[in-house]
């Protein structure tokens, strides 16, 4: 499979040097050769937009579409720092793209912020922990919080490691028992927690 994707990589850079080859043996000028430098340039962007799209040349892994709830439209972005000296204990639902997406019954209990780790840490009763590296900036709404991007998301039940949730930009990628992509819709957040019916 592999040999089958480089193969099909550099099909556009072989075909540019040997139309390139033909053009300049037929019509060997300065001008020709400027379009055949011009053409060879071209195959290899090509090539190049090939091989960084390898994994959706036949690609037969289907990748399922998340859509967790939508926060309406009335989010404030505050950074990390602001939403845990701010976050209060509130009882509400979680959902977590590819990891709980029904929306668990959860109670928000504590939110700190590591500024030396760059780690947020959510932490919800009964016994989920929810940390997240490099996140910029949280959604917060009247009746409910969103994360959209983070570098990385450690999930602990009972206190032992479950789940890891990274970017592979464009999908989400769930490390845990198995690997597992998912893709999210345009706007869809990958962490939710919503005090009202709305989830």
């Known amino acids: ?7 099909i990589s550099l099909l556009p850079t072989v075909l540019a040097v040997i139309l390139g080859y033909f053009l300049y043996g037929a019509f060997g000028s300065t001008p020709v050769l400027f379009l055949v430098l011009l053409l060879i340039f071209t195959g290899v962007m090509f ?10 040349i036949l690609s037969k892994e289907k990748i399922p579409l998340i859509a967790l709830p939508t926060p309406d439209d009335s989010l404030i972005y505050v950074s990390p720092q ?11 639902k979680l959902a977590i793209a590819g990891v709980i997406e ?7 209990t504590n939110v700190a912020y590591h500024k030396l780790l ?3 840490v959510l932490t919800f009763s009964p016994s989920l922990e929810i940390k997240l590296k490099g996140m910029a900036t949280i959604g917060v709404g009247d009746y409910h919080f969103a994360v959209f991007g983070f570098q990385d998301v450690k999930v602990f039940e009972d206190r032992k490691y479950t789940t890891t949730l ?3 930009d464009p999908y989400l990628t769930i490390h845990n028992k198995a690997l597992t992509k998912v893709k999210l819709e345009d706007g869809t957040p990958s962490i939710v927690f919503s005090w009202e019916d709305e989830v």
């Open 82 to 92: 602001d939403f845990a000296e701010k976050a209060e204990k509130t009882e509400g």
């Open 102 to 108: 029904s929306g668990r019954q959860s109670v928000l």
């Open 47 to 56: 090539s190049f937009i090939l091989w960084k799209n390898k994994e959706n």
């Open 1 to 7: 499979m592999q040999a089958i994707r480089i193969f």
């Open 118 to 120: 760059d780690e947020t």
């Open 166 to 168: 990274t970017w592979t």
